[in-house]
């Protein structure tokens, strides 16, 4: 399928589809403190410049979708919107993070230029219109339980009059106890109604629970699946990235270090070059 199959969604210095370059989504899984926060997005900001591509920084002010109780969160609504205001403010990056309710949607896309639908959540259709009333990009992360051609009826329910569009995030199939497996024909298929696709890196190597009480993951397979997606189409990738991986709070061993992250979009530049006839 050709990339230019898809609708091109432009909103708030956001540009994904058609004939745009891949998008880049990324930061660490949940916000830590603001200079862990502030050093990701600062890099990420370099990096776009460098490649000309679009960057939107993403984190989590709140994990409710947790392995144990006990596990880091982030820092609630309220610091955690005030931490991605401040790097919009001091890098010019937008910013996306998940919302859970129907009353957080809406507070929460006063900040947000991407309204993200977590996948667990990916079937409350009350969520998925009000994140479509926010008037700000919708991110529906396709739930390991769908299939790829349910999409369609996860994007109408967000595609209300006031949505400048809406965007589904592939992020790998349940499969046996604990693991997720990607079918790239997922991406062509839900590209193939017009539908921008991003990848996510990410979550795609993660196994949920893995290790005991939080999640593991295999870190080292995110560049080969990255690059398969480029090759399959995608609109754009969705990675979390830390400096220090096995610091991190939350999902560490599916974080990508931040030192490779620019040589890995290279390679994904030139494919996705290659992959358009360009």
């Given at each position: 399928?050709?990339?230019?199959?898809?609708?091109k969604i432009e909103s708030?210095?956001?540009?994904?589809?058609?004939?745009?370059?891949?998008?880049?989504?990324?930061?660490?899984?949940?916000?830590?403190?603001?200079?862990?926060?502030?050093?990701?997005?600062?890099?990420?900001?370099s990096i776009g410049e460098?490649?000309?591509?679009?960057?939107?920084?993403?984190?989590?002010?709140?994990?409710?979708?947790?392995?144990?109780?006990?596990?880091?969160?982030?820092?609630?609504?309220?610091?955690?919107?005030?931490?991605?205001?401040?790097?919009?403010?001091?890098?010019?990056?937008?910013?996306?993070?998940?919302?859970?309710?129907?009353?957080?949607?809406?507070?929460?896309a006063e900040t947000l230029?991407?309204?993200?639908?977590?996948?667990?959540?990916?079937?409350?259709?009350?969520?998925?219109?009000?994140?479509?009333?926010?008037?700000?990009?919708?991110?529906?992360?396709?739930?390991?339980?769908?299939?790829?051609?349910?999409?369609?009826?996860?994007?109408?329910?967000?595609?209300?009059?006031?949505?400048?569009?809406?965007?589904?995030?592939?992020?790998?199939?349940?499969?046996?106890?604990?693991?997720?497996?990607?079918?790239?024909?997922?991406?062509?298929?839900?590209?193939?109604?017009?539908?921008?696709?991003?990848?996510?890196?990410?979550?795609?190597?993660?196994?949920?629970?893995?290790?005991?009480?939080?999640?593991?993951?295999?870190?080292?397979?995110?560049?080969?699946?990255?690059?398969?997606?480029?090759?399959?189409?995608?609109?754009?990738?969705?990675?979390?990235?830390?400096?220090?991986?096995?610091?991190?709070?939350?999902?560490?061993?599916?974080?990508?270090?931040?030192?490779?992250?620019?040589?890995?979009?290279?390679?994904?530049?030139?494919?996705?070059?290659?992959?358009?006839?360009?």
């Open positions: 399928m050709n990339r230019l199959r898809t609708r708030g210095g956001i540009a994904i589809g058609g004939d745009a370059p891949p998008l880049v989504i990324a930061g660490p899984d949940s916000l830590e403190g603001d200079e862990v926060v502030l050093e990701i997005s600062r890099a990420l900001r460098r490649l000309r591509v679009g960057v939107v920084f993403k984190g989590s002010y709140d994990k409710a979708n947790r392995s144990s109780h006990r596990s880091y969160r982030g820092p609630g609504l309220e610091r955690g919107l005030a931490m991605l205001r401040r790097v919009r403010e001091e890098t010019g990056l937008r910013v996306t993070s998940d919302v859970h309710s129907v009353e957080e949607a809406l507070r929460a230029d991407i309204v993200q639908v977590p996948a667990f959540l990916s079937r409350q259709n009350d969520l998925l219109r009000a994140a479509g009333e926010s008037g700000k990009i919708v991110n529906i992360k396709k739930g390991p339980f769908l299939a790829p051609w349910h999409a369609r009826q996860r994007v109408e329910a967000a595609a209300g009059p006031r949505t400048p569009g809406v965007i589904v995030t592939e992020r790998g199939t349940t499969f046996g106890h604990g693991d997720l497996v990607n079918d790239f024909r997922g991406v062509v298929q839900i590209r193939s109604e017009g539908i921008p696709v991003v990848y996510d890196a990410s979550h795609s190597v993660q196994r949920p629970g893995g290790l005991g009480d939080r999640s593991g993951g295999n870190r080292e397979w995110i560049p080969f699946l990255a690059r398969a997606a480029a090759g399959a189409g995608c609109d754009g990738l969705f990675f979390e990235v830390h400096p220090r991986p096995d610091d991190a709070l939350c999902d560490g061993p599916s974080s990508l270090s931040l030192a490779a992250l620019e040589p890995l979009l290279e390679q994904i530049v030139a494919i996705d070059r290659i992959a358009r006839g360009l």
